[in-house]
DNA sequence: ATTGGCACTCACGGAACTTGAGTGCCAGCG
DNA sequence: CGCTGGCACTCAAGTTCCGTGAGTGCCAAT
């Protein structure tokens, strides 16, 4: 049914119609490939291309541009990965060498991809369901308030100030604090909640209600810093190359950059990194976003996907080129955070 | 010259042209404001204030748009502080209510400057170099990995890997943390690194290198807490009401927003809390925003102002509710933040 | 000083027309 | 049988050409 040569066609038309931004026709098309045949052959090949659904005529008289099943076919079957040039690979390189910090880590690698692929950036903070408890700290800031502190084996740190109803000496801080640490230092967040619950039974009666307190403000912690789901967000002035149809492109958009949740949803369940995620259009789940794609991957030390970074932008986008980067600046990011 | 009928005029110009976006007439001005005066009379005045520069008329024969000249007048003399409706106030109240986190104010209060003025909200973070330090931890990581982290009285925390030759042993950890503490804590950030600078003499001789580059590493941490110019921003989908004119007015926005030490330009030096700044058009220090205005105010505890807030949006604003809206709420995020 | 009247201007919108890229079909050719 | 050149047809987009009306400036009269 589809020869290789309407493949090529296929193909011939999607990078055209992405490059240019205009229906593509059968005279241009022969003209800027080297198909080899005339334009009637492409014409024909066109027609049975539209009839199986890939491409499609904005109007009669006018070129064809593909449908989200032809970029779905492009995508699948008729592109590889664009090699990055040296001097990609050396921007990534410098880019996120010098971050210190984690969110540094993360912010660069959100302008380095809306740089590279000239389009919206999203990374996903580090979910840390996986990670452990590396340390708490138990301090009083004032005579009535308590500063609780967790720092997590990826670096992050969640802190929560408790209202008391009178101070804590010293001493019972520390023995807080050193209740609290040898009890989940070195334990998995999922399970870190669970074995504070008992802590204030060790405590003297007046202090007990205040432990409890504080079990449950770690606790919280806990729980927030588990279901964190921050993102970070670049490139938004991309969204200029959307094109004209404002309100029904990049409207929609904004919105859902907004919306944390939803972009969440957008990137999707991680895949196995160095797998990288393309949904177009109509398979993207958000209907607002029908003219939208997402390429998007899991990154992460080893085989641990830690969370998702990705591209947002119209069908109409250079998927090699973002596939590459979204894959490059993944597999950078994940060799730096199993560095740190 | 400009008598009181012709700041009335000028005032109802920029009402209804900050509604309805379109030039205003001078039939159209005496129809829907009871101003006395037959539209002639209107027309007079309209001239004269277009002599004076205070408006403008796109082209010949169509009505009258306020200059930035003509905002600023109206700004600084024809208007006072819309006060809120009752549903504002307790909308105010309710949403910042509930926040734990400072960074959760931030960001509640960005939601909320957005929902209320329905332009693109911009909140500084507090700058801290009035805070001081509250508590240094010191913990091992692995055995050669130390982490440093810096929590100040304004409750946020800066933390640092550091790479060691060498593990050091439990005891020297402790004292290190002790020293450190010692030294600096409650001291102000600005004086801080000066503090430790001769930390590393009380040490044995082969710790003394690696308490240098974990003194050197506090160093930075104050540094990076002190110049730490960290904003959010919200919003940004209430730029689709700009109007139409994409590429000059919200183009460069969505890039400036992107910059965030534009934006902290933009917000401008911190005058003192409750007195809301106005930079309209020309007047923001950025030649691409000239069609945009900035209503900003500090907020913080006391008369330290900590840092600044407010709303971008075209020069066709709404002033008096905005700076309305951002005085509330900068107001109300001082209460919070002194509470806490 | 204010007003009604009047001639003038010009952006905007619709109608009619032209242009040209692109298509589908078909008959002929290797 | 697949490819090609030719041809008639379609239709979006651009162009030109009014007509309309909101709005202005000026002036003489009150």
Known sequence: MLDDRKLDVLRAIVEDYVRTQEPVGSKTLVERHSLGVSPATVRNDMAVLEEEGFITQPHTSAGRIPTDKGYRLFVDKLTSLKPLTGAEKRAIATFLQGAVDLDDVVHRSVRLLAQLTKQVAIVQYPTLSRSTVRHVEVVMLTSDRLLLV??????????????????????????????????????????????????????????????????????????????????????????????????????????????????????????????????????????????????????????????????????????????????????????ILSDA
Chains 1, 2 share one sequence.
């Not at 807080?176 to 334990?187: H, S």
């Not at 912690?221 to 094109?243: C, H, P, Q, W, Y």
């Open 150 to 335: 967790l720092i997590t084996s990826s670096g992050r740190v969640e802190q929560r100030v408790i209202e008391l109803p009178r101070a804590l000496d010293d001493e019972t801080v520390a023995e807080l604090r050193a209740r609290l640490n040898t009890a989940v230092v070195g334990q998995p967040l999922t399970d870190a909640a669970a074995r504070v619950t008992s802590l204030p039974e060790a405590f003297h009666r007046d202090d007990k209600t205040i432990v409890t307190q504080v079990v449950a403000a770690f606790a919280g912690a806990v729980a927030d810093e588990r279901s964190d789901e921050k993102v970070a967000i670049g490139g938004t002035a991309n969204l200029v190359r959307f094109g004209e149809d404002f309100d029904r492109s990049i409207k929609p958009l904004l919105e859902a950059l907004e919306e944390h949740v939803v972009l969440l949803r957008l990137l999707g369940e991680a895949t196995s990194p160095s797998l990288v995620t393309v949904r177009i259009g109509h398979e993207v789940p958000h209907a607002q976003l029908a003219a939208t794609s997402v390429v998007a991957t899991s990154y992460g030390p080893d085989e641990h996907p830690l969370a998702t970074l990705g591209v947002v932008g119209p069908t109409r986008m250079d998927y090699p080129g973002s596939m590459a980067a979204v894959n490059a600046v993944a597999r950078y990011v994940s060799q």
